[in-house]
Nanobody
Framework: QPQLAQTGGGSVQAGGSLTLSCIGS????????MGWFRQAPGKEREWVAV????????YYADSVKGRFTISQDVAKMTFYLVMNSVNPEDSGMYFC????????????????????WGQGTQVTVSS
């Protein structure tokens, strides 16, 4: 059973940077979708960024494109969300998740399609 453990998060001022880490175990290094999601108070969880180890494809939500980067060290089963130029709208609980062996060899961009989740970490951006 794959497991994910998150580190990072915390408080940062607007315009600053923050890196979240997700350390995994027991999931295939090839053909796995690695994703980051976030949930602000009173809002639904939304996807932020996804990376597919099966081909290197990356996907970013419009709200973070150009500011956030998903990176990975597949050998260590670890992936990261590098957050730059953050703003208060980026505040929320951030979750990492994986979907091994996606159907059609393409990563879903929807929460229900990801099967294994980290515990979540809070990010607070102050203005």
């Amino acid at each position: 059973q794959p497991q994910l453990a998150q580190t990072g998060g915390g408080s940062v001022q607007a315009g600053g940077s923050l890196t979240l880490s997700c350390i995994g175990s027991a999931f295939p290094r090839t053909r796995t979708c690695m994703g980051w999601f976030r949930q602000a108070p009173g809002k639904e969880r939304e996807w932020v960024a996804v990376y597919y180890t099966g081909g290197g494809a990356e996907y970013y939500a419009d709200s973070v494109k150009g500011r956030f980067t998903i990176s990975q060290d597949v050998a260590k089963m670890t992936f990261y969300l590098v957050m730059n130029s953050v703003n208060p709208e980026d505040s929320g609980m951030y979750f990492c998740a994986i979907r091994p062996k996606p159907s059609g060899d393409k990563c879903p961009l929807a929460e229900p399609e990801f099967r294994y989740w980290g515990q979540g970490t809070q990010v607070t951006v102050s203005s």
